[in-house]
């Protein structure tokens, strides 16, 4: 059973740093593409970050580019989103998701298997 579960949430000051992971058990993580999403109250959940599976190739939200990172740790079979230089409106549920389909977008409807998520808020 494939399951993802994320951790690393908080609350933090705007300026600060936060990382993500997202610990996969049930499946090997090296042959699936990951996504980092979230969601923010009243709108629509949205893609921050991917990572595919083959060649590693990424994508990032124009929002979050220079800020994020996303990086995926296969011998731990984790993936991780850094995140740095926070604002407000990175307040959001973070959500992780994986794939096995050869990575394309980073969009929800790529992405069949979720996390519950974890809660990002950054306020002073």
């Known amino acids: 059973q494939v399951q993802l579960v994320e951790s690393g949430g908080g609350l933090v000051q705007p300026g600060g740093s936060l990382r993500l992971s997202c610990a996969a058990s049930?499946?090997?993580?090296?042959?699936?593409?990951i996504g980092w999403f979230r969601q923010a109250p009243g709108k629509e959940r949205e893609g921050v970050s991917c990572?595919?599976?083959?060649?590693?190739?990424?994508y990032y939200a124009d929002s979050v580019k220079g800020r994020f990172t996303i990086s995926r740790d296969n011998a731990k079979n984790t993936v991780y989103l850094q995140m740095n230089s926070l604002k407000p409106e990175d307040t959001a549920v973070y959500y992780c998701?994986?794939?096995?389909?050869?990575?394309?977008?980073?969009?929800?409807?790529?992405?069949?298997?979720w996390g519950q998520g974890t809660q990002v808020t950054v306020s002073s």
């Open positions: 998701a994986a794939d096995r389909r050869v990575f394309r977008l980073c969009v929800t409807s790529q992405f069949g298997s």
């Open positions: 990572i595919s599976s083959s060649d590693g190739r990424t």
């Open positions: 049930g499946f090997t993580l090296d042959y699936y593409a």
